[in-house]
């Protein structure tokens, strides 16, 4: 008797261990503000359908370039990782040659537009997949009803100053701005980039060539000493130092701040997640130096596969499921804060627009057209994002001038532009 | 008799190897690496002499203050935790009602991760809704209240106190243990000769402590001049660069790919904490004899 049930037992745990030693668990690692509940769903979805499971790890977004970075060159990468991808990362950050899996052949490939495909790829391999926020790169997101009632209209020009001295002396943040992010204050400069390439032309194929330095660009300082001097003046409030991302929307709603640099489609977002608030909010681009040029992003966050892992069969399965229309679909569905999201037309997915954002495309003078966002023209500019929130954070402790702030972005460019062989520097 | 109590030599041999196996080697590597652009970008690693060592005291990242941040972190902190250790050890091996309590409180911290600490004291030092300013304000002296991990007067103070917040506890385990084995003869013969409390801490609880105090000394140099866990966590460096210390440095390098420079920085620290930790072990050890 007891040999058979010892027959049995073997057995069952014969039939049963297989199964145990065929799961397969991804890591992914991500910044904290790059994913939402929409992509823990698709990721929970996957393992239904196939039995894969994804582990998520999560880190502070001042933290995850760094993190990812420090584990990719110890040779220790997670199976799948994301990064702030562009032309230039892809090669810098991630030297994806090296780390990445080679997507080029797969056939979802083509549900990503032309210039997302750029951003993700080196020398002709695609190595990466995103789909982001398809609209105006980082606009103001601003509160409609209280700039009614104190008879403010939405700023063009310098002007900004003016808006935001009227609404300080209300006792409102002007703007909420969060500093230890690491990454938010410093689009401030960066998404007004097309404004520098208006007032020079030229100027960013010149800065790739390396004939002339941002400290000789045109408004690229004046941005900064107009950041400056928001500080100074008190309208990022008192605590933008130690403020956290996460609390802009129940500042905005609360009315303890007016503004927000912030993706258009996020409006929706506060709107949901805090129904008690009756205000209406709206976005304008972002106007030091007068800018008034619509940006786009062909970049943003996206994800990679890791070639070193042992699971390649499984993450090119996770890519493929991702890339499928219904799960497109679903994403841009489920974000509260994705209203539109930047895919190939030949998807077909339905695109959500709100009329705070067409009337922010309407407002954009169409002789102006729509440019692209400088870290994404201009190069070695946003593997150095992090250092530059930095230099900033340090001017507005009074650490540095804004002339210091523009040399050591100078710097570090001919730094990486030599450490990577680029002849431009040679 | 004198066989069996001596073993031979070669029983050194296996600790040896992996000390000169996955320490000696891999410094001296690294030592030689300094000298290199070893770098993310290229396959190629070129011998440049002290370039990366001329880098770190006249970049514009400002690597010398760095290291004097570092040094000054590895003082101050040390006498912030060893000073009220000491005396806490001292009231809790006296007949201190629930001292065993006490003991257990004060050294729950420590087992902390700083992880954890970091997150916890983020959110008690926010400005506008931290539990400090909370109370302090609550208690009528809202003057008190302040910016603690971004106000560069008050930056430094902060991680240090959250430091000796953590660490006290450690070092006054190692204080008790010291305390502990002094013989209460002593203090009776002191007592019999009239001596005052101040007079027995001075001429007996010291000198005798001296072993608990290199421990606690040296540790806490040594941990000072290689902090970098409590600053990531807390203000990453910040605000701007104010808080940047030599380990952060080496961190942010090698993120960015800059080996090279990055194991100059380190090649630097190994310099550092040479010149003060041979020296310092020596001192402390003579006083031990002394003593």
């Known amino acids: 008797m007891k040999k058979l049930l010892l027959l049995a037992v073997s057995l069952v745990s014969l039939a049963v261990l297989p199964s145990f030693a065929e799961k397969?668990?991804?890591?992914?690692?991500?910044?904290?503000?790059?994913?939402?509940?929409?992509?823990?769903?698709?990721?929970?979805?996957?393992?239904?359908?196939?039995?894969?499971?994804?582990e998520w790890q999560v880190n502070p977004s001042a933290q995850h370039h760094d993190l990812l970075k420090t584990k990719l060159n110890a040779g220790e990468g997670p199976d799948i990782f994301w990064i702030q991808s562009n032309k230039w990362t892809v090669k810098t950050d991630i030297d994806a040659p090296q780390n990445c899996i080679d997507f080029s052949k797969e056939t979802w490939v083509k549900t990503m537009p032309p210039a997302k495909i750029e951003s993700v790829s080196y020398n002709g391999k695609v190595y990466g997949q995103g789909y982001f926020v398809k609209g105006v790169s980082f606009p103001i997101i601003y509160n409609k009803t209280l700039f009614k009632e104190l008879g403010l209209s939405v700023p063009k020009t310098v002007d900004f100053k003016k808006v935001c001295e009227a609404i300080k002396t209300k006792g409102v943040v002007p703007v909420y701005e969060?500093?230890?992010?690491?990454?938010?204050?410093?689009?401030?400069?960066?998404?007004?980039?097309?404004?520098?390439?208006e007032l020079q032309p030229g100027i960013v194929d010149k800065l790739n060539a390396n004939k002339t330095k941002l400290s000789d660009v045109i408004g690229f300082k004046t941005a900064i000493v107009q950041l400056q001097e928001m500080v100074k003046k008190g309208y990022f409030g008192t605590d933008y130092m130690d403020n956290s991302y996460d609390n802009w929307a129940s500042n905005l709603a609360t009315r303890k701040a007016a503004m927000f640099v912030q993706k258009s489609g996020e409006i929706n977002a506060l709107s949901k997640d805090y129904p008690a608030c009756?205000?209406?909010?709206g976005a304008f681009l972002i106007p030091l130096v007068d800018a008034q040029t619509a940006q786009a992003d062909p970049d943003g966050p996206a994800r990679f596969g890791y070639s070193k892992s042992k699971h390649q069969k499984e993450i090119k399965q996770y890519f493929a499921f991702l890339a499928r229309?219904?799960?497109?679909?679903?994403?841009?569905?489920?974000?509260?804060?994705?209203?539109?999201?930047?895919?190939?037309?030949?998807?077909?997915?339905?695109?959500?627009?709100?009329?705070?954002?067409?009337?922010?495309?309407?407002?954009?003078?169409?002789?102006?057209?729509?440019?692209?966002?400088?870290?994404?023209?201009?190069?070695?500019?946003?593997?150095?994002?992090?250092?530059?929130g930095k230099d900033l954070a340090s001017m507005f402790m009074g650490q540095m001038t804004p002339e210091q702030v523009v040399s050591a972005i100078d710097e570090r460019r001919a730094k990486i532009a030599k450490a990577a062989g680029d002849t431009a520097w040679k | 008799m004198t066989r069996n109590r001596l073993y031979p030599l070669y029983f050194v041999l296996p600790a040896l190897l992996l000390y000169v196996g996955l320490f000696i080697v891999p410094s001296l590597i690294g030592v030689g690496y300094s000298f290199t652009?070893?770098?993310r970008y290229s396959a190629d690693?070129?011998?440049?002499?002290?370039?990366?060592?001329?880098?770190?005291?006249?970049?514009?990242?400002?690597?010398?203050?760095?290291i004097v941040n570092t040094l000054v972190f590895a003082v101050v902190s040390n006498i912030v935790k060893i000073v009220p250790a000491l005396f806490l050890a001292i009231l809790l091996c006296g007949n201190v009602k629930g001292k065993n309590f006490y003991r257990t409180v004060l050294f729950l911290p420590t087992v902390l991760s700083f992880l954890v600490v970091g997150l916890i004291f983020r959110s008690v030092l926010h400005p506008s809704t931290g539990l400090l300013n909370g109370v302090l304000r609550g208690i009528g002296l809202p003057f008190l209240a302040g910016r603690w991990l971004s106000d560069p007067n008050l930056v430094w103070s902060s991680i240090i106190g959250v430091d000796a917040w953590k660490g006290l506890g450690y070092v006054m385990t190692i204080f008790i243990a010291g305390l502990q084995a002094i013989s209460q003869d002593y203090y009776d013969a002191a007592d019999i000769d009239g001596a005052g409390w101040w007079s027995k801490l001075a001429n007996i609880t010291l000198p005798m402590l001296m072993p608990a105090i290199t421990i606690n000394v040296v540790f806490g140099v040594t941990y000072g001049l290689k902090v970098f866990d409590i600053i990531y966590v807390l203000t990453n460096g910040g605000p701007g660069r104010m808080t940047e210390v030599i380990n952060t440095a080496v961190f942010n390098e090698f993120a960015s790919g800059s080996y090279g420079l990055g194991t100059a920085l380190s090649t630097l620290l190994l310099i550092v904490l040479a010149l003060i930790g041979i020296p310092l072990i020596r001192t402390m050890t003579k006083k031990e004899v002394e003593s």
């Open chain 1, 24 to 54: 397969v668990k991804l890591t992914q690692m991500v910044s904290q503000d790059w994913t939402t509940e929409a992509d823990e769903d698709l990721a929970k979805a996957f393992t239904k359908e196939t039995g894969v499971e994804i």
């Open chain 2, 45 to 66: 690693i070129h011998f440049v002499g002290l370039d990366n060592f001329r880098t770190v005291f006249t970049a514009s990242k400002h690597y010398d203050v760095y």
């Open chain 1, 325 to 388: 229309k219904e799960n497109i679909q679903y994403k841009l569905d489920h974000t509260p804060g994705m209203t539109a999201i930047d895919v190939a037309d030949s998807v077909g997915v339905e695109q959500h627009y709100l009329p705070a954002e067409k009337a922010l495309f309407a407002s954009i003078p169409k002789s102006k057209g729509t440019g692209i966002i400088w870290q994404d023209s201009v190069s070695y500019v946003n593997d150095q994002w992090m250092d530059v």
């Open chain 1, 278 to 281: 009756k205000d209406e909010f």
């Open chain 2, 37 to 39: 652009d070893w770098n």
């Open chain 1, 178 to 197: 969060c500093v230890p992010a690491g990454w938010h204050h410093v689009l401030w400069v960066m998404q007004i980039g097309d404004r520098f390439s």
